[in-house]
């Protein structure tokens, strides 16, 4: 869906605008927000390129500088920083491998190393480090489950423990923290669910109490919080959606009014898409407002599967090799 230059109408998607406007981003290395995303470029280019992968438009970017870049930030211990010459971490080793898995160019990488890295990440009690330094978080989990599997180098971590220390996570309100006894939180939700939905593990879930919880974040406006009594914001119509949609209960909240507050967080002229109405756009947001809208089968957005954060497309020929 997209719109002519003289006649944008209220209430659909401005994909072209959202292309130019991701389009742009890459090229302002000197503003603001390029220098204060410096040191997680990887995430940005993993947001930007699977928008545009949604909006089917991938074409628009040079593969080969994206590729040649990504594997400059690659650390001699096989794991991948946020920008050359910054340090590891398995958050932008799971963004360098799935930009590579939408370019379908997998095959660059020493597998082996790379999935040494994450593997050895593993804690005894089945968490993980983000990095060497150790902090611990579900997220942790999540990232390095996901890496692993779109790898096929599951068989490298303890498995059983990995699960057996997110279900540790799980709270009496059905959802999940980022520690054993942290509060629930939409966003440690999907990582403890993605982990699960990979792991084949989904059974350790109460589907109805966390699908209860997870309706509960629709506000008046249409939006979805990360926990109670806080802010919509656009991200959640992914962290909260994938969630529900993996567990099988996303019929539980009204997904036009979604839809409609996911549209009037855009910047109608400039393209982009903010947190909530009025706010300034940013890369973070465009990505999880069209991540939420393509989960919502929006039109001419490409499906979006919710456990990998990747195309359809590109999962069914990666792990499904269809
Ligand atoms: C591949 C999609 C993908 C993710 C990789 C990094 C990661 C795995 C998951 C992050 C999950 C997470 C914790 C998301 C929440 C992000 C967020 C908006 C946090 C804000 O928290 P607060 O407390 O905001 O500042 P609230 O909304 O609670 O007021």
């Given at each position: 869906?997209?719109?002519?230059?003289?006649?944008?109408?209220?209430?659909?998607?401005?994909?072209?605008?959202?292309?130019r406007?991701?389009?742009?981003?890459?090229?302002?290395?000197e503003?603001?927000?390029?220098?204060?995303?410096?040191?997680?470029?990887?995430?940005?280019?993993?947001?930007?390129?699977?928008?545009l992968?949604?909006?089917?438009?991938?074409?628009?970017?040079?593969?080969?500088?994206?590729?040649?870049?990504?594997?400059?930030?690659?650390?001699?211990?096989?794991?991948?920083?946020?920008?050359?010459?910054?340090?590891?971490?398995v958050?932008?080793?799971?963004?360098?491998?799935?930009?590579?898995?939408?370019?379908?160019?997998?095959?660059?990488?020493?597998?082996?190393?790379v999935?040494?890295?994450?593997?050895?990440?593993?804690n005894e009690?089945?968490?993980?480090?983000?990095?060497?330094?150790?902090?611990?978080?579900?997220?942790?989990?999540?990232?390095?489950?996901?890496?692993?599997?779109i790898l096929?180098c599951?068989?490298?971590?303890n498995?059983?423990?990995?699960?057996?220390?997110?279900?540790?996570?799980?709270?009496?309100?059905?959802?999940?923290g980022?520690?054993?006894?942290?509060?629930?939180?939409?966003?440690?939700?999907?990582c403890?669910?993605g982990?699960?939905?990979?792991?084949?593990?989904?059974?350790?879930?109460?589907?109805?109490?966390?699908?209860?919880?997870l309706?509960e974040?629709?506000?008046?406006?249409?939006?979805?919080?990360?926990?109670?009594?806080?802010?919509?914001?656009?991200?959640?119509?992914?962290?909260?959606?994938?969630?529900?949609?993996?567990?099988?209960?996303v019929?539980?909240?009204?997904?036009?009014?979604?839809?409609k507050?996911?549209?009037?967080?855009?910047?109608?002229?400039?393209?982009?898409?903010?947190?909530?109405?009025?706010?300034?756009?940013?890369?973070?947001?465009?990505?999880?407002?069209?991540?939420?809208?393509?989960?919502?089968?929006?039109?001419?957005?490409k499906?979006?599967?919710?456990?990998?954060?990747?195309?359809?497309?590109?999962?069914?020929?990666?792990?499904?090799?269809?």
């Amino acid at each position: 869906m997209s719109s002519t230059s003289s006649s944008f109408q209220m209430g659909e998607l401005v994909a072209d605008r959202h292309v130019r406007y991701i389009l742009m981003a890459e090229k302002k290395k000197e503003s603001f927000e390029s220098v204060v995303m410096d040191h997680l470029r990887m995430n940005g280019a993993y947001w930007g390129l699977t928008t545009l992968a949604l909006l089917d438009k991938l074409g628009s970017v040079s593969v080969d500088e994206v590729v040649s870049w990504l594997m400059t930030c690659q650390h001699e211990s096989g794991g991948f920083a946020g920008n050359t010459g910054h340090d590891p971490h398995v958050l932008y080793t799971l963004s360098a491998v799935q930009i590579l898995a939408l370019f379908d160019k997998l095959d660059i990488l020493d597998v082996g190393k790379v999935s040494s890295y994450v593997a050895g990440l593993q804690n005894e009690d089945g968490s993980f480090s983000g990095d060497m330094w150790g902090e611990v978080d579900t997220r942790f989990s999540y990232i390095s489950i996901c890496c692993l599997s779109i790898l096929k180098c599951l068989d490298k971590i303890n498995v059983k423990k990995a699960v057996d220390y997110i279900v540790s996570c799980k709270n009496l309100d059905g959802g999940f923290g980022c520690t054993p006894g942290a509060e629930s939180h939409a966003g440690q939700i999907f990582c403890c669910v993605g982990a699960l939905a990979i792991t084949g593990s989904l059974h350790h879930v109460d589907k109805d109490l966390l699908g209860w919880w997870l309706c509960e974040r629709q506000v008046k406006s249409g939006g979805l919080n990360g926990r109670p009594e806080k802010l919509p914001d656009v991200c959640y119509s992914w962290w909260v959606l994938s969630s529900l949609i993996m567990i099988d209960r996303v019929h539980w909240i009204d997904k036009a009014k979604l839809v409609k507050f996911i549209l009037d967080c855009q910047d109608l002229e400039n393209g982009g898409i903010s947190d909530r109405p009025d706010d300034a756009v940013d890369i973070f947001h465009t990505y999880f407002g069209v991540a939420g809208l393509s989960l919502l089968e929006y039109p001419g957005v490409k499906a979006i599967d919710p456990a990998y954060a990747l195309p359809v497309d590109v999962i069914n020929r990666i792990i499904l090799n269809k």
